[in-house]
């Protein structure tokens, strides 16, 4: 909580590949102990943290394992706008495929958020 005595205080670190892969490896592993867990009915921005933290996008196979994973264990796979965007297509695709149940998030905390990433992103079009 509040970010105190995790890795982000030290804000001037430029990380190394080798810790970003680290970094991604620990998430995805406890996404997988949730999910296997069942302690979770939807798993919220997969693999988010890394991409915010460390500007990392993870491949596309490590995404799929976390869909597989939820399918397996009947838990909701979260599209995240503002983590996912530069992999949507891709992401859509295999959400599709996998036959998992998915839902569509957007990380706002408030309306004014909701607008400013729906401008960002342009979604509405005039077709």
Not at 5 to 10: D, L, Q
Not at 17 to 34: F, N, T
Not at 55 to 64: E, N
């Amino acid at each position: 909580p509040n970010e105190i005595g995790n890795i982000m205080n030290s804000k001037n670190k430029i990380y190394s590949k080798e810790e970003k892969e680290e970094a991604l490896s620990l998430e995805k592993d406890l996404s997988i102990s949730g999910i296997r867990k069942g302690k979770f009915a939807i798993l919220g921005h997969p693999l988010g943290m890394t991409i915010r933290r460390f500007k990392l996008i993870p491949k596309l196979s490590h995404f799929v394992d976390l869909i597989y994973e939820c399918k397996s264990h009947n838990v909701i796979f979260e599209l995240n706008l503002r983590y996912h965007f530069p992999i949507i297509d891709e992401l859509i695709h295999e959400l599709i495929l996998s036959g998992v149940d998915w839902t569509i998030g957007s990380n706002s905390h408030s309306s004014k958020e909701m607008k400013n990433l729906w401008e960002k992103y342009s979604f509405h079009t005039n077709k």
